[in-house]
């Protein structure tokens, strides 16, 4: 369980939204909304270690999420795509799955790509592809992944209806499956699919 206690973060010394208290079991898909600049981005980074946190405390089944086993459990796909540009999109996967552990075949990785609509498209430097296509990439992760945590900054941004559906039914089976999801959207998703928790941040209203 990841669990958040008076949690607080803080940008120019200015509180970014009021205290947060709750927590995520197995099997939860948690959505975040919020204003734009209400601290979203910056609410996913502290519970993933990325960003300090000023009050409060974030832990993992008990633990500090600042160790090594947290992070094995985490997939997090934050604002940037985090892709390699001078590697292919199939060269991408290769190595975020070398680098992550996770077992995977050639055929697994031209799978995840045909489903985020990158087909033809394999064997481009990811450089070379648009920021939405390059963002599909990163998103691809989510049908290779191993991990029962996943942290997701937008990721129903600048994809396409099917694509949407796609991404969807990934949460589902993730969530059923046992793991827990935490992600933002300006769009509300899963709509009679699965029961969603929603958390709204309030901003301090200085921004």
Not at 46 to 57: C, F, K, T
Not at 193 to 204: N, T, W
Request: charged share 25%; net charge negative.
């Amino acid at each position: 369980m990841l669990e958040v206690k008076s949690l607080e973060c803080k940008k120019s010394n200015q509180s970014l939204f009021h205290p947060l208290s709750f927590q995520v079991a197995p099997s939860e898909i948690v959505q975040i909304v919020g204003e734009n600049g209400s601290g979203k981005t910056t609410l996913l980074r502290a519970l993933v270690g990325l960003s300090d946190i000023e009050e409060g405390s974030v832990t993992w089944s008990g633990h500090s999420i600042q160790t090594e086993e947290f992070r094995g459990n985490l997939l997090y796909i934050g604002h940037l795509v985090g892709v390699k540009k001078e590697l292919t999109a199939i060269e991408n996967l290769r190595f975020y799955q070398q680098l992550t552990g996770n077992r995977y075949d050639d055929e697994s990785l031209f799978n995840a790509l045909e489903i985020v609509g990158l087909v033809g498209r394999e064997d481009i430097p990811v450089g070379s592809l648009s920021f939405g296509q390059q963002r599909r990439v990163a998103l691809a992760r989510l049908w290779l992944s191993d991990q029962p945590i996943w942290v997701l900054d937008e990721p129903f941004t600048g994809i396409d209806k099917r694509g949407v559906k796609a991404l969807e039914q990934r949460f589902i089976e993730h969530a059923n499956a046992g793991g827990l999801i935490i992600f933002t959207a300006h769009i509300d998703v899963l709509h009679e699919l699965f029961s969603v928790k929603k958390i709204e941040l309030q901003d301090m209203g200085m921004f």
